[in-house]
T-cell receptor, first 110, second 112 residues
């Protein structure tokens, strides 16, 4: 069965304290892995797409990496405005369907 | 470029009623997907439409249905509402296979 698991469920960081979020997946055929950010009461906002193991993408304080079994979202020197829920999703190569993890709720304390 | 829009933003319905939600994708996007988001289950895929054809369907009962129009706008219908249907319903559009999805703000449905 195709599965996407994110850890930890919740993470509290001091401003400036770097950390990583994990997204592990078990799928029959991966087309791409996507990271989203979701603020309360809003729809998810697209961050990155990763297609192959070894690929890396960066945007401001965020860096996403991909291996054959998991993806990491590294947050360097986070700020309070980085507080949000971060979702990862996998797209299979059999269709346009996305499977989402349940997310990591990040709180950055000033 | 305008983003994905969803109407209405909030809705309160009574158990047993039916509801129709609307989604307008980003201009040029032909794929529209619908998701149900609840605190316990996260984002659950409902269905995906491309050029007016349903291409994929998630594991939801037949009470959940959708359609897509020739201008790519999409509607989702839920009949015989149950309390458990209370959720945030999200619409996402994309250019097609291998492209990222862009989400709308969602419709918050409350069933009483």
């Amino acid at each position: 069965e195709d599965q996407v698991t994110q850890s930890p469920e919740a993470l509290r960081l001091q401003e400036g304290e770097s950390s990583s979020l994990n997204c592990s997946y078990t799928v029959s055929g991966l087309r791409g892995l996507f990271w989203y950010r979701q603020d309360p009461g809003k729809g998810p906002e697209f961050l990155f797409t990763l297609y192959s193991a070894g690929e890396e993408k960066e945007k401001e304080r965020l860096k996403a990496t991909l291996t054959k079994k998991e993806s990491f979202l590294h947050i360097t020197a986070p700020k309070p405005e980085d507080s949000a829920t971060y979702l990862c999703a996998v797209q299979l190569n059999t269709g346009n369907q996305f499977y989402f993890g349940t997310g990591t709720s990040l709180t950055v304390i000033p | 470029k305008a983003g994905v829009t969803q109407t209405p933003r909030y809705l309160i319905k009574t158990r047993g009623q039916q509801v129709t939600l609307s989604c307008s994708p980003i201009s040029g996007h032909r794929s529209v997907s619908w998701y149900q988001q609840t605190p316990g289950q996260g984002l659950q895929f409902l269905f995906e439409y491309f050029s007016e054809t349903q291409r994929n369907k998630g594991n939801f009962p037949g009470r959940f249905s959708g359609r897509q129009f020739s201008n790519s706008r999409s509607e989702m219908n839920v009949s015989t509402l149950e309390l458990g249907d209370s959720a945030l319903y999200l619409c996402a559009s994309s250019r097609g296979f291998r492209y990222e999805q862009y989400f709308g703000p969602g419709t918050r449905l409350t069933v009483t």
